[in-house]
């Protein structure tokens, strides 16, 4: 056993020496450019789990987030944060079998003069959920698994383009 583990034992850190020489990172492994200064984010409404998961993505990046927007730099603006679903499939019955979510956003960044720094832009992500009338429990939690996911990805993209304007 411990000569087969020595045998094989390179492999592995080989693997990752071989990636990392290829500029292959993690994906979500960057970080926003320190000149942007403190964030302020200005989410409409009641959407706590949205603001919440911008701020974590923001400070797991070196943004540093105020609860103020005079006292921010920079004021990143949600616009119009909304859900919305559609019937995709019915069966022979006339029961519905999948149904399609829909999560669309727009976003902006501006510095506290009004300068933009990212220009307003939009975001629409779907995904498919499938209906169960023999477990509804079950598929009412799956629609709002379906929604966290839906705004984990809008999160990310926002992200990715703060991160390819800013950089």
Known sequence: MNRLFR????????????????????????????TLGTVFIEVPGYDYDLRHRLQTA??????????????????????????????LTV???????????RYTLGFELRRRDGTLLVAPQSLE??????????NVLGSQSEQSAGRLELQDQAV????RRLTARLS
């Open 58 to 87: 923001l400070g797991s990046r070196g943004v540093r987030l105020v609860e103020d927007a005079t006292a921010a730099d920079a004021v990143l603006r949600i616009t119009d944060p909304r859900f919305a679903s559609r019937v």
């Open 7 to 34: 045998r094989f034992l390179p492999w592995p850190a080989l693997a990752v020496l071989l990636l990392a020489g290829c500029g292959f990172h993690a994906r979500g492994n960057y970080r926003l450019p320190d």
């Open 125 to 134: 992500l779907l995904r498919d959920v499938t209906y169960d009338e023999n």
């Open 156 to 159: 990310q993209q926002i992200m």
């Open 91 to 101: 069966g022979s019955d006339g029961r519905v079998r999948e149904n399609e979510l």
